[in-house]
């Protein structure tokens, strides 16, 4: 535990920590949402940029901040995960802005398997590109590639598209 | 309109960010905001344990019953303590570098934190927040100041801050709704120093000391103050007002560190209520309505575990401050707990402070209790960073109840009751 204890705060430290987390926040909240949903992403996330905070001093060294933080909620989520099959990204009875969620969607994408689910919400609910989902999945781009193009036939399947 | 698979998954984005949103109580969109929360709900692994649980569901009955019937005195079983949420201020609202001192609420059920921004070198600024729900807080405005706003009182709809410098030159800011402060005149207290804030329904009362003698004032609407009397020769400083069972009551201390509870029916004429007081006594506490009033009693500055009983502070009670009781229960339960608030707040004790041993290697911490008798705490995971001791004053409005820890740890504490 000794050495995990952070050196005090300076206030450098917090300039740093604000700048880190509005250039990553987003995009780290992103994956983790699609990678485990709203309910447990919000969580792995706020785990993961509490630990960022503690840990400041390594990630400052890291190359792929997102990617890393990505690991290091996985982990910490494990113990919530272990019992369950199926990720639902979202409550399917949520009405958001007035708007119902898209139930037959959620549902479809509730039966890819996390790699495939994870990959076409980054690709294609959120805009990523295949080299940025493969930075942050640990994965090389043509899995990705896989990963988007068998989700994206299964949830045409699903939902009876041609 | 178009309605392929992309368009569809397009238009799931705004639907998770929203979703995200609101599950991270914050009103930004798409993300913008980021809130730490350390607590996750647990809401998925307890669908998976419920599995897990029904499996054994009879044998789990057959226990319950055989434990239920086996048991010699039957107490009722203990509520679940308060389920508390740790997050990252800064993410919530709160400046970097920034202390948060006493919270308060407004009449209109705004939380309100009072604290200071440290600028480079120890350049300091006061602030203040508010919040309706605990979880997203705005900067309030107030006037340039650099003096913190230690302590509150609220008279009439009005909520008063003052600060505490140990110098004359007294500080006293005012507010009806928490989201703006604005300075006022402090006529008669030009020579206060140490002010303590305290009212009751019809007036606000100062105490601290005037030219190192203890002294007290009273107003009956914060701007225009007189001085009081006192019965007996009163001590070096008063602090710690507080009005419980038609009475104000407020601690005295001497140069020669020796504590005294004092009292006074409408704040104008003050008496010495005890000179049998705990040593160390402070933070004294009223929850509305209640007969008692509540402080604690520090430990010694420097004390260790060895001394024998200087270590972690204790719980007392006083039913009009002529005697005063420990709470043994809370020291006996957590000997190295060391708080420095008490709330009372939906049906709970709330304390908290720091713990630890006092080698430095302290954490912010909080304790819980229904009963004052049983004590739980919070978890490991979810105590303040390990550090230097650190005061975590606490507030509650009828939706959420918080605590905060110091610039270092940059730890707020929210409990959705």
Request: glycine share 8%; with cysteine; net charge positive.
């Amino acid at each position: 535990v000794v050495a995990d204890v952070p050196a005090p705060a300076t206030e450098s430290d917090a300039a740093w920590f604000d700048d880190f987390a509005s250039l990553n926040g987003v995009r780290l909240r992103q994956a983790l949402i699609a990678r485990y949903g709203v309910e447990v992403g919000c969580d792995a996330f706020s785990m993961a940029l509490l630990w960022a905070w503690e840990h400041r001093d390594r990630l400052r060294t890291v190359d792929s901040p997102v990617g890393y933080l990505f690991r290091v909620a996985q982990s910490k989520v494990r113990p919530e995960l272990r019992w369950q099959r199926r990720v639902a990204l979202l409550e399917v009875d949520e009405r958001v802005d007035g708007e119902y969620v898209d139930v037959d969607l959620v549902r479809a994408l509730a039966t890819l398997s996390r790699p495939q689910r994870t990959a076409v919400v980054l690709v294609h609910s959120y805009g990523w590109s295949y080299a940025e989902v493969a930075e942050v999945l640990g994965v090389s781009v043509a899995a990705v590639t896989n990963h988007v193009h068998r989700g994206s036939l299964r949830l045409r399947g699903l939902l009876g598209e041609r | 309109m178009t309605n392929s698979l992309e368009d569809r998954l397009g238009r799931l984005r705004v639907q998770l960010d929203d979703a995200a949103d609101r599950r991270q109580g914050t009103t930004g969109g798409a993300g913008d905001d980021v809130v730490v929360d350390l607590a996750p709900r647990r809401r998925q692994q307890r669908s998976a344990l419920a599995r897990v649980l029904a499996a054994s569901l009879v044998v789990a009955v057959v226990v319950l019953v055989l434990a239920l019937v086996l048991r010699p005195s039957s107490t009722p079983p203990a509520s679940s303590p308060p389920q508390w949420r740790r997050l990252d201020r800064t993410a919530i609202g709160f400046a970097p570098q920034t202390y948060v001192g006493p919270f308060t609420t407004t009449p209109n059920g705004t939380l309100v934190a009072l604290g200071q921004q440290i600028h480079g070198k120890g350049q300091l600024t006061a602030k203040a927040w508010f919040s309706r729900n605990g979880s997203h807080w705005q900067e309030a405005s107030v006037p340039a100041d650099s003096q913190t706003p230690g302590v509150v009182a609220r008279l009439r709809g009005r909520t008063f801050a003052a600060s505490s410098a140990s110098t004359p030159g007294i500080s006293l800011w005012s507010t009806r709704n928490g989201e703006r402060w604005t300075k006022i005149p402090t006529t008669g207290l030009e020579d206060a120093s140490q002010i303590m804030l305290g009212a009751n329904t019809n007036r606000v009362i100062a105490v601290g000391s005037r030219n190192g003698t203890g002294a007290a004032w009273t107003s009956p609407d914060g701007t225009h103050w007189a001085p009081a009397n006192f019965q007996d020769a009163p001590p070096s400083v008063l602090s710690n007002p507080v009005w419980i069972d038609q009475q104000f009551v407020a601690l005295g201390l001497t140069n020669d560190n020796t504590w005294s509870t004092w009292s006074s029916s409408d704040g104008t004429l003050w008496r010495l209520a005890t000179a049998a007081t705990p040593e160390r006594l402070g933070s004294l506490y009223a929850p509305t309505n209640s007969t008692r009033v509540y402080g604690i009693q520090y430990e010694t500055a420097g004390g260790t575990l060895a001394d024998g009983g200087s270590f972690g502070g204790r719980l007392f009670a006083s039913r009009d401050g002529s005697a005063w009781t420990e709470i043994a229960s809370f020291h006996q339960r957590l000997p190295v707990a060391n708080p420095d608030h008490i709330l009372r707040a939906h049906g709970w004790w709330i304390l908290s402070g720091n713990t630890g041993t006092p080698d430095g290697r302290r954490r912010a911490d909080i304790w819980m209790s229904r009963d004052l008798r049983t004590w739980s705490e919070l978890p490991r995971r979810l105590q303040g960073n390990t550090g230097r001791g650190v005061a975590v004053p606490s507030g509650s409005n009828s939706t959420s109840v918080v605590a905060a820890a110091g610039a270092d740890d940059r730890s707020l504490w929210l409990w959705r009751p």
